[in-house]
C-alpha cells in the first residue's frame, strides 16, 4: 500500500506543490518533518486531508495561497488510492 502511495504521490499533483522529496515547495508544506498543518498527523487525518482537501481560507501557513485539492484533484482519487497516498505520507513524518 505504501508503495502504490509512493507511486500516485509522484505521477499526481502531490509532488507539484510538496516537492519530489516531499520536503515542501512553494505552494505546499513539508511532509517529512513530523510537523502537521492541517491534522497532527495521524493517518485517518491525513486520509481526511486528502479526501477534502484544504480551501484558501484553512490554509495555516500564509505562504501557501494554492488550496489543495479534494481527492487530488482531476481525476478524483478513490477511497483506496486515497488510503494509500496517506500511508505514504505517513510513512514521511514517522520515521
Do not use: W
Amino acid at each position: 500500500m505504501i508503495a502504490e502511495g509512493d507511486s500516485l504521490f509522484h505521477a499526481r499533483t502531490c509532488k507539484n506543490c510538496h516537492g519530489p522529496d516531499a520536503k515542501g515547495a512553494k505552494n505546499g508544506p513539508d511532509l517529512t518533518s513530523g510537523k502537521y498543518l492541517q491534522s497532527s498527523g495521524t493517518y485517518e487525518e491525513i486520509i481526511g486531508v486528502i479526501t477534502n482537501g484544504v480551501s484558501p481560507d484553512k490554509i495555516k501557513d500564509p505562504s501557501h495561497t494554492i488550496a489543495m485539492r479534494a481527492r487530488g484533484g482531476m481525476p478524483p482519487l478513490t477511497d483506496d488510492q486515497i488510503k494509500a497516498v496517506a500511508a505514504y505520507v505517513y510513512t514521511l513524518g514517522h520515521h
